[in-house]
Protein backbone atom coordinates (compact mmCIF):
# COMPACT_ATOMS: atom_id res chain seq x y z
CA UNK A 1 0.00 0.00 0.00
CA UNK A 2 1.01 3.35 -0.84
CA UNK A 3 2.65 5.63 2.40
CA UNK A 4 1.48 8.33 1.53
CA UNK A 5 -2.45 9.45 0.17
CA UNK A 6 -3.22 12.31 -1.50
CA UNK A 7 -7.35 13.13 -1.18
CA UNK A 8 -8.27 15.71 -3.31
CA UNK A 9 -11.81 17.37 -4.35
CA UNK A 10 -11.37 19.66 -7.17
CA UNK A 11 -13.91 21.37 -9.52
CA UNK A 12 -12.44 22.50 -12.35
CA UNK A 13 -9.18 20.81 -12.24
CA UNK A 14 -6.92 23.06 -10.34
CA UNK A 15 -6.56 21.56 -6.93
CA UNK A 16 -6.59 18.04 -8.70
CA UNK A 17 -3.05 19.30 -10.30
CA UNK A 18 -1.49 20.50 -6.97
CA UNK A 19 -2.19 16.56 -5.85
CA UNK A 20 -0.44 15.24 -8.80
CA UNK A 21 2.50 16.99 -8.71
CA UNK A 22 2.59 16.07 -4.55
CA UNK A 23 2.89 12.62 -5.71
CA UNK A 24 5.31 13.49 -8.32
CA UNK A 25 7.56 15.17 -5.36
CA UNK A 26 7.22 12.12 -3.72
CA UNK A 27 7.53 9.39 -5.85
CA UNK A 28 11.31 11.07 -6.52
CA UNK A 29 11.93 10.45 -2.65
CA UNK A 30 11.33 7.03 -3.88
CA UNK A 31 8.34 6.58 -1.48
CA UNK A 32 4.71 5.41 -2.75
CA UNK A 33 2.25 8.01 -3.23
CA UNK A 34 -0.95 8.35 -4.63
CA UNK A 35 -3.49 11.14 -5.42
CA UNK A 36 -6.85 9.80 -5.19
CA UNK A 37 -9.91 12.00 -6.30
CA UNK A 38 -12.29 12.05 -2.48
CA UNK A 39 -15.11 10.42 -4.21
CA UNK A 40 -13.06 6.89 -4.75
CA UNK A 41 -11.32 7.14 -1.78
CA UNK A 42 -12.59 4.69 1.35
CA UNK A 43 -11.38 4.61 4.90
CA UNK A 44 -9.52 1.72 4.20
CA UNK A 45 -7.07 3.84 2.14
CA UNK A 46 -5.86 6.21 4.68
CA UNK A 47 -6.19 3.81 7.62
CA UNK A 48 -3.10 2.06 6.33
CA UNK A 49 -1.35 5.37 5.04
CA UNK A 50 1.53 6.68 6.83
CA UNK A 51 0.99 10.41 5.65
CA UNK A 52 -2.08 12.09 4.48
CA UNK A 53 -1.94 15.22 2.37
CA UNK A 54 -6.67 16.86 2.01
CA UNK A 55 -6.87 18.72 -0.78
CA UNK A 56 -9.87 21.19 -1.61
CA UNK A 57 -10.64 24.40 -3.54
CA UNK A 58 -12.07 26.90 -1.60
CA UNK A 59 -16.32 27.63 -2.47
CA UNK A 60 -17.95 30.65 -0.49
CA UNK A 61 -15.17 30.95 1.91
CA UNK A 62 -14.76 27.15 2.76
CA UNK A 63 -13.84 23.74 1.63
CA UNK A 64 -16.07 21.81 -0.20
CA UNK A 65 -18.90 20.09 2.21
CA UNK A 66 -18.61 16.96 1.19
CA UNK A 67 -14.43 16.86 1.61
CA UNK A 68 -15.79 18.92 5.36
CA UNK A 69 -17.90 14.95 5.75
CA UNK A 70 -14.98 13.08 4.55
CA UNK A 71 -12.21 14.59 7.14
CA UNK A 72 -14.78 14.50 9.76
CA UNK A 73 -15.11 10.73 9.16
CA UNK A 74 -11.66 10.94 9.77
CA UNK A 75 -12.59 10.41 13.67
CA UNK A 76 -12.99 6.42 12.58
CA UNK A 77 -9.97 5.83 10.82
CA UNK A 78 -7.26 6.22 13.65
CA UNK A 79 -5.10 8.80 12.30
CA UNK A 80 -3.50 9.95 15.44
CA UNK A 81 0.13 10.86 15.27
CA UNK A 82 0.35 10.87 11.21
CA UNK A 83 1.52 12.94 9.16
CA UNK A 84 -1.03 15.30 7.64
CA UNK A 85 -0.52 17.82 5.17
CA UNK A 86 -3.18 20.91 3.75
CA UNK A 87 -3.78 22.70 0.35
CA UNK A 88 -5.92 24.07 -2.18
CA UNK A 89 -6.32 26.25 -4.94
CA UNK A 90 -8.06 28.95 -4.66
CA UNK A 91 -9.72 32.88 -6.08
CA UNK A 92 -9.46 35.82 -3.57
CA UNK A 93 -9.50 34.23 0.07
CA UNK A 94 -8.48 30.92 0.24
CA UNK A 95 -10.09 29.75 3.44
CA UNK A 96 -9.78 25.99 2.98
CA UNK A 97 -6.18 24.75 3.18
CA UNK A 98 -6.31 26.59 6.80
CA UNK A 99 -9.85 25.09 7.97
CA UNK A 100 -8.71 21.28 6.60
CA UNK A 101 -5.07 21.69 8.52
CA UNK A 102 -7.53 22.94 11.91
CA UNK A 103 -9.19 19.72 11.46
CA UNK A 104 -6.34 17.55 10.84
CA UNK A 105 -4.57 18.80 14.28
CA UNK A 106 -7.73 18.19 16.16
CA UNK A 107 -7.80 14.52 14.89
CA UNK A 108 -3.93 14.61 16.56
CA UNK A 109 -2.32 14.20 12.92
CA UNK A 110 1.11 16.51 13.39
CA UNK A 111 0.50 18.97 10.05
CA UNK A 112 3.51 20.47 7.96
CA UNK A 113 3.01 24.37 8.69
CA UNK A 114 2.37 26.83 6.75
CA UNK A 115 -0.21 25.29 4.75
CA UNK A 116 -0.16 25.07 0.49
CA UNK A 117 -2.15 27.37 -1.47
CA UNK A 118 -2.32 27.86 -5.25
CA UNK A 119 -4.43 30.80 -6.93
CA UNK A 120 -6.40 29.51 -10.20
CA UNK A 121 -5.01 27.52 -12.29
CA UNK A 122 -1.24 26.46 -11.06
CA UNK A 123 1.76 27.88 -12.54
CA UNK A 124 5.23 26.01 -13.07
CA UNK A 125 6.65 27.35 -9.98
CA UNK A 126 3.50 26.68 -8.22
CA UNK A 127 3.91 22.79 -9.46
CA UNK A 128 7.58 23.37 -7.75
CA UNK A 129 5.94 23.94 -4.95
CA UNK A 130 3.78 20.93 -4.84
CA UNK A 131 6.48 18.81 -5.54
CA UNK A 132 8.57 20.23 -2.96
CA UNK A 133 5.71 19.13 -0.33
CA UNK A 134 5.86 15.84 -1.98
CA UNK A 135 9.37 15.89 -1.04
CA UNK A 136 8.77 17.47 2.62
CA UNK A 137 6.44 14.56 3.00
CA UNK A 138 8.25 11.66 1.94
CA UNK A 139 11.25 12.83 4.28
CA UNK A 140 8.49 12.88 7.17
CA UNK A 141 7.69 9.19 6.16
CA UNK A 142 11.27 8.09 5.92
CA UNK A 143 11.83 9.66 9.87
CA UNK A 144 9.10 8.51 11.35
CA UNK A 145 9.66 5.51 9.89
C1 LIG B 1 -19.26 29.45 -7.15
C2 LIG B 1 -17.83 29.70 -6.79
C3 LIG B 1 -17.51 30.17 -5.51
C4 LIG B 1 -16.19 30.43 -5.15
N1 LIG B 1 -15.91 30.92 -3.89
C5 LIG B 1 -14.62 31.22 -3.57
C6 LIG B 1 -14.32 31.81 -2.30
O1 LIG B 1 -15.18 32.02 -1.45
N2 LIG B 1 -13.02 32.11 -2.04
C7 LIG B 1 -12.01 31.87 -2.93
O2 LIG B 1 -10.84 32.14 -2.62
N3 LIG B 1 -12.27 31.34 -4.16
C8 LIG B 1 -13.54 31.01 -4.49
N4 LIG B 1 -13.81 30.46 -5.72
C9 LIG B 1 -12.69 30.24 -6.68
C10 LIG B 1 -12.17 28.80 -6.69
O3 LIG B 1 -11.65 28.43 -5.43
C11 LIG B 1 -11.06 28.70 -7.76
O4 LIG B 1 -11.65 28.86 -9.03
C12 LIG B 1 -10.25 27.43 -7.71
O5 LIG B 1 -9.14 27.56 -8.59
C13 LIG B 1 -11.03 26.19 -8.10
O6 LIG B 1 -10.17 25.07 -7.96
P1 LIG B 1 -10.61 23.59 -8.33
O7 LIG B 1 -10.59 23.45 -9.82
O8 LIG B 1 -9.57 22.71 -7.71
O9 LIG B 1 -11.95 23.36 -7.71
C14 LIG B 1 -15.14 30.20 -6.09
C15 LIG B 1 -15.46 29.71 -7.37
C16 LIG B 1 -16.78 29.45 -7.73
C17 LIG B 1 -17.09 28.94 -9.12
Not at 14 to 28: L, W
Not at 33 to 54: C, G, L, P, Q, R
Not at 80 to 103: H, L, V
Not at 120 to 140: F, S, T
Request: hydrophobic share 40%; net charge positive.
Amino acid sequence: MPKIVIVYLSTSGNTKAMADAIVEGAASRNIKAVAMNFHETKIEDVKSADAIAIGSSTFHYKMLPPMEKFIDNLSNANVKGKIGAAFGSYGWSGEAPGMIAEKLRELGMKVIDPVLRVQYKPEEKDLEECKRLGKDLAEKVKKAG
